[in-house]
């Protein structure tokens, strides 16, 4: 969360919050305003340098896991390693915003690549978006540097002082967008490539 301070509160959040945080998302999917997906990685595909700074603990024993009518099988112990999606989904003007989170340890992974480019897939190619919006902040170097060199698209502006952090103190907002036809003509295959060398 270090470069989200803005979705931070300075206290935290009690069990409450969190709980209503969560009820409400699920209202929101429910109304197709929102995909939220956990981003889990079996342990057969975690590099062995991650292994070595991962907890056996942090490991979820293996499960089919319900969705959708359907199930995942997690025949192996799994990690959960962040969580991605598109919020504020508009069909009618056919946009939307997508957002990830990663374990700093799966920075680098090829995790968050393969995250986004099937975020991006299900936005463009089954909800026919035509601009996907991505906001971030100046200090996130890693996140700017991804999506101007893999993903080869351009800050489309800054909003000065956009975010608030709490304390009268505010961060610009750096936002970027993808297109459906920047997807089908470059975006797509960069990160395809980009996922078959990780």
């Given at each position: 969360?270090?470069?989200?301070?803005?979705?931070?509160r300075?206290?935290?959040?009690t069990?409450?919050?969190?709980?209503?945080?969560?009820?409400?998302?699920?209202?929101?999917?429910?109304?197709?305003?929102?995909?939220?997906?956990?981003?889990?990685?079996?342990?057969?595909?975690?590099?062995?340098?991650?292994?070595?700074?991962?907890?056996?603990?942090?490991?979820?024993?293996?499960?089919?896991?319900?969705?959708?009518?359907?199930?995942?099988?997690?025949?192996?112990?799994?990690?959960?390693?962040?969580?991605?999606?598109?919020?504020?989904?508009?069909?009618?003007?056919?946009?939307?915003?997508?957002?990830?989170?990663?374990?700093?340890?799966?920075?680098?992974?090829?995790?968050?690549?393969?995250?986004?480019?099937?975020?991006?897939?299900?936005?463009?190619?089954?909800?026919?978006?035509?601009?996907?919006?991505?906001?971030?902040?100046?200090?996130?170097?890693?996140m700017?540097?991804?999506?101007?060199?893999?993903?080869?698209?351009?800050?489309?502006?800054?909003?000065?002082?956009?975010?608030?952090?709490?304390?009268?103190?505010?961060?610009?907002?750096?936002?970027?967008?993808?297109?459906?036809?920047?997807?089908?003509?470059?975006?797509m295959?960069n990160?395809?490539?980009?996922?078959r060398?990780?």
């Amino acid at each position: 969360m270090r470069f989200l301070r803005f979705m931070m509160r300075p206290s935290g959040y009690t069990t409450v919050d969190a709980r209503s945080r969560r009820e409400y998302r699920d209202g929101c999917q429910q109304a197709k305003g929102l995909l939220d997906y956990t981003i889990a990685v079996r342990r057969s595909r975690i590099p062995e340098p991650l292994l070595q700074v991962v907890s056996e603990r942090e490991f979820l024993p293996p499960r089919q896991i319900s969705v959708d009518g359907g199930h995942i099988n997690m025949d192996e112990p799994y990690l959960v390693i962040g969580c991605c999606g598109l919020n504020d989904i508009d069909l009618g003007n056919r946009n939307a915003d997508a957002g990830i989170i990663v374990d700093a340890r799966f920075w680098r992974s090829g995790a968050s690549t393969e995250a986004l480019y099937l975020t991006l897939k299900f936005g463009f190619e089954l909800l026919g978006l035509h601009r996907i919006g991505l906001q971030t902040t100046e200090d996130n170097v890693g996140m700017r540097g991804w999506l101007e060199a893999v993903a080869e698209i351009d800050v489309e502006c800054i909003r000065k002082e956009m975010l608030h952090l709490g304390n009268d103190t505010y961060v610009d907002s750096w936002d970027y967008a993808i297109f459906d036809h920047d997807w089908f003509i470059s975006v797509m295959k960069n990160l395809q490539a980009r996922i078959r060398r990780t």
